[in-house]
């Protein structure tokens, strides 16, 4: 069975970090990309990461601020997020992609996790 579990959210004060974690199981994606959602907004992406070779994408909105990274050996991925801003606000989920392209979509996705929220306090 094909899971991706995501831990780590919580409420932080602005500025403040939070590493958010995805642990998949079942199977190692090509593309390890992060979303999040807001309340009355469409999902939108975060960040992306290539499992093979460590290639890095990001949104205009949180470059510079967030970091994506992988473990192999535990396959699991992480978001290292600094600097948060109220508007970082949002249930941020993890997704696996099989094939090898960059998608920047949620539809260009197949496998999501539960979600984790992160809640940034002005």
């Known amino acids: 069975q094909v899971q991706l579990v995501e831990s780590g959210g919580g409420l932080v004060q602005a500025g403040g970090s939070l590493r958010l974690s995805c642990a998949a199981s079942?199977?190692?994606?090509?593309?390890y990309g992060w979303f999040r959602q807001a309340p009355g907004k469409e999902r939108e992406f975060v960040a992306a990461i290539r499992y093979s070779g460590g290639s890095t994408y990001y949104a205009d909105s949180v470059k510079g601020r967030f970091s994506i990274s992988r473990d192999n050996g535990k396959n699991t991925v992480y978001l290292q997020m600094n600097s948060l801003k109220p508007e970082d606000t949002a249930v941020y989920y993890c997704a696996g992609r099989t094939d090898p392209w960059i998608g920047r979509s949620p539809d260009n996705y197949r496998y999501w996790g539960q979600g984790t929220q992160v809640t940034v306090a002005a």
């Open positions: 079942g199977r190692t994606f090509s593309i």
